[in-house]
Nanobody, 123 residues
């Protein structure tokens, strides 16, 4: 399984970005997809996940309604729409895939990872 993330860039505070992640080499509908991020000097942080079995989504506390995750099974792609971006959202964003359904806010339970895409938010 390979994951290819894209869509990062530089925006001003209050702006929006949409990240994409394409899964190849596996059956997309059987993978829970997650987004994580890592800011310079900080640990990797959970952003969101979407379960493969029922589409349940869950977001990190800091999201507060600003981000929306979606899946397009026809394109083997998961998206992360990020609105009202803040400078503290600056980080490398990673997509990840898991066949599991538990502890999905922990990076430990994801087997496959994309290369990351950089998001920079300026004030």
């Amino acid at each position: 399984v390979q994951l290819q993330a894209s869509g990062g860039g530089s925006v001003q505070a209050g702006g929006s970005l949409r990240l994409s992640c394409v899964l190849s080499g596996g059956t997309f509908r059987y993978y829970t997809m997650g987004w994580f991020r890592q800011a310079p000097g900080k640990e990797r942080e959970f952003v969101s996940f979407s379960k493969w079995n029922d589409g349940t989504k869950y977001y990190g506390d800091f999201v507060k309604g600003r981000f929306t995750m979606s899946r397009d099974s026809a394109k083997n792609t998961v998206f992360l729409q990020m609105n009202s971006l803040k400078p503290e959202d600056t980080a490398v964003y990673y997509c990840a895939a898991s066949t599991g359904l538990s502890y999905l806010d922990s990076s430990t339970y994801y087997k496959y990872w994309g290369q990351g895409t950089l998001v920079t938010v300026s004030s």
